[in-house]
């Protein structure tokens, strides 16, 4: 009597305790770290605001935001904002730097778009869709709200702008 007694206690605490386990193992698969959005990449994207679609390459490393037109009529024109607030223009062989200054105004879609990409690692990201194909991030920096669209491998698909109404849509990964 006493043995049985101790089986089915010994076998209560094993039953609850594989239902932790298997609950732990199931939450971390379906759950999504949004620091695997802050690796280094280079892209093709399109830009579009209610004025213009811009075909752009945009890269982003941890010393930099570069963003290249591609499009006919300025191509070859880039911005670069450095991890030091610098920016850079250049246009067909001319540059020119300004230090800590937005020469551009700052709704600009190089700016808002730039300034978002660069502060990226230290946005606090609210998950608020996720399927098997893509994740819904909401975040803000600099006071503007956005939302981030990417794929399970932490690939940025879209980022979406609503008060600037400015939408970036990611068409491939050049790496």
């Known amino acids: 009597m006493m043995i049985r007694k101790v089986f089915w206690v010994l076998f209560f605490c094993l039953l609850v305790f594989s239902c932790f386990f298997l609950f732990k193992y199931f939450s971390k698969r379906n759950k999504f770290d949004a620091n ?97 194909e893509e994740i819904k991030f909401e975040g803000k920096v600099n006071g503007i709200k956005f939302e981030l669209i990417s794929d399970k491998n932490g690939n940025i698909k879209e980022i979406n702008i609503p008060e600037k109404n400015i939408k970036i849509i990611f068409q491939s990964y050049l790496y």
């Open 36 to 132: 695997c959005l802050l690796h280094d990449f280079k892209a093709s994207a399109i830009i579009v605001t209610p004025e213009k679609e811009v075909e752009c390459e945009i890269s982003k490393d941890s010393e930099k935001v570069l963003i290249e037109i591609t499009n006919k009529k300025m191509e070859g024109f880039t911005f670069e904002l450095d991890n030091k607030g610098k920016q850079k223009i250049s246009f067909k062989g001319l540059e020119q730097e300004f230090d800590n200054s937005n020469f551009l105004n700052e709704n600009s879609y190089l700016n808002v778009l730039s300034n978002l990409l660069k502060n990226l690692d230290s946005i606090s990201f609210k998950n608020i869709q996720n399927t098997k």
